[in-house]
């Protein structure tokens, strides 16, 4: 900074419109600093990409704050504000820009992820359809473990793919290319996901394991490739290209150990994606993703996922079916929809920085909830089936699906926390009496209906009581940008 005025002063910079030899490419006409509005820059144009566009809008944003100040001190010297001011805003744009230009331009959910979410709501059918054969009896232990299994394989494909999209995703052709082939994969994925899946080991290895290749691909094809990393983004993606490979390779070997042994593998592979995502914990915390989109990328899911549980309540609606019962099962979806819904409208702060993995993997084990509890409502359905275990899953996936929204406090704003243990205590005491009345009187279709109804609204209503809220105050359905 110069503390009086010199006609020779001169001060070196890096501008957005200004050569590194002094020439101005735009409409600064010299290098002496009259205004500070004389800096603003065009901010389109067919050499600007999204990143410099956010750049440039937060340059002229500052610039703009400047000339304010400047108004406000006409009486500085010409020294001072030729050094200073200069000095002032691009200092500004040099250590804000990276978390103010994520402020300015958010990542928007493209239509492609949307369309790609829709191969999930195919698998996730798929999967729901081993159960259909159950009309007398509730399903053994190795259809649940089947169904976990292949429930965990396909959120995992979806969890993975979402984080990378969500942090170096751009609008190009080889990362379209890549989500497009993953959906084809995906279809031989979800057309052996049944309770026979064994016989379709090497359809269904192999289909996984090229997924996991083609992730490892777009990871190393950023690095190698991709302007602008620094170290954090280098250690994140060579953790990616690392545990995808690896986790390939052991679903590629798990084939021949299969067929020569009769050992299954995959397993293995899917707990070792998991906790090698969950190791790399401090690197996504440094480099936070970005929340807004993530969290529309999960309510569109949870949106489908529902979408899956009113299909699985048509049976409710099927000729000589009570309407009662039909009204009932409708609401209770309504209602733990609405449960979700003032989360995500009303409590979630949504510019909240956060690496990510721990918003997701409560969504991974959530969707898994839905599903279950979409299951259960098909078996509630059945007379036939017993009582005792339809009641159980009802009640467990209940309580690990609320058990999730009480995991979203943690991305609560601060003023709308809740106290999570007292959350706890509630939906645990909830799910305790439900579950005990449901052996009661559960025989009978329209009392555990009824019952299943009070709960969902009971656990709705405390959790506007504990936020402060109600049902006029509260947000619901905002607009999907």
């Not at 990276?98 to 195919?122: P, S």
């Not at 939906?427 to 579950?435: N, Q, T």
């Amino acid at each position: 900074m110069a503390d009086h005025y010199d006609e020779n002063y001169e001060e070196e910079v890096t501008l957005p419109g200004v050569d590194t030899d002094g020439e101005r490419t735009e409409h600064i006409d010299d290098g002496r600093i009259r205004r500070p509005s004389e800096f603003f820059v065009r901010t389109t144009g067919e050499d600007i990409d999204d990143e410099e566009h956010a750049r440039r809008e937060y340059f002229n944003k500052v610039v703009g704050e400047a000339e304010d100040e400047e108004l406000k001190a006409e009486g500085a010297s010409h020294a001072e504000e030729e050094g200073s001011l200069l000095y002032r805003i691009w200092s500004r744009v040099n250590h804000e820009s990276a978390e103010a230009v994520a402020g300015i331009v958010e990542k928007k959910v493209e239509y492609v992820e949307l369309f790609f979410d829709l191969i999930f709501v195919y698998s996730l059918r798929t999967i729901n359809a081993m159960f259909h054969a159950y009309e007398h009896s509730f399903p053994p232990m190795s259809a649940i473990r089947t169904f976990l299994l292949l429930t965990a394989v396909v959120m995992q494909v979806w969890m993975f793919t979402t984080m990378f999209f969500n942090r170096y995703g751009r609008k190009s052709l080889r990362d379209y290319l890549s989500i497009f082939l993953n959906m084809y994969l995906l279809y031989y994925m979800a057309s052996g996901s049944n309770l026979h899946w064994l016989e379709h080991y090497v359809r269904y290895h192999g289909a996984w394991a090229l997924i996991m290749l083609n992730l490892a691909y777009r990871s190393w094809d950023k690095l190698r490739f991709a302007p602008h990393l620094d170290d954090i983004d280098r250690r994140i993606l060579r953790a990616n290209v690392t545990h995808n490979l690896i986790e390939c390779g052991i679903l590629l070997l798990s084939i021949p150990v299969h067929q020569y042994t009769g050992v299954v593998l995959s397993p293995l592979a899917l707990i070792y994606g998991y906790a090698a995502k969950l190791s790399e914990h401090r690197a996504y915390k440094a480099r936070p993703c970005d929340f807004p989109h993530l969290a529309e990328r999960n309510l569109l899911l949870v949106i489908l996922t529902f979408g899956e549980m009113i299909i699985g309540i048509a049976s409710f609606f099927e000729t000589g079916k009570n309407v009662i019962l039909n009204i009932m099962a409708f609401l209770i979806v309504i209602g733990m929809f609405l449960s979700y819904g003032f989360f995500n409208d009303n409590v979630l702060d949504h510019h909240k920085k956060t690496s990510g993995l721990g918003f997701l993997a409560i969504h991974v084990i959530m969707i898994l909830a839905i599903n279950s509890t979409t299951i259960a409502l098909e078996l509630l359905a059945r007379p036939l089936v017993p009582l005792f275990p339809k009641t159980m899953w009802m009640a467990g996936m209940l309580f690990v699906y609320y058990c999730c929204l009480l995991g979203f406090e943690r991305f609560a704003k601060e003023h709308l926390r809740a106290n999570r243990f007292k959350f706890f205590g509630y939906i645990l005491s909830a799910l305790l009496i439900y579950f005990a009345l449901m052996l009661m009187t559960g025989h009978n279709q329209f009392a555990g209906a009824l019952m299943t109804l009070g709960l969902v609204y009971g656990i709705f209503g405390l959790i506007l009581h504990l936020h402060h809220s109600s049902l006029r105050k509260m947000k619901v359905g905002g607009y999907i940008s």
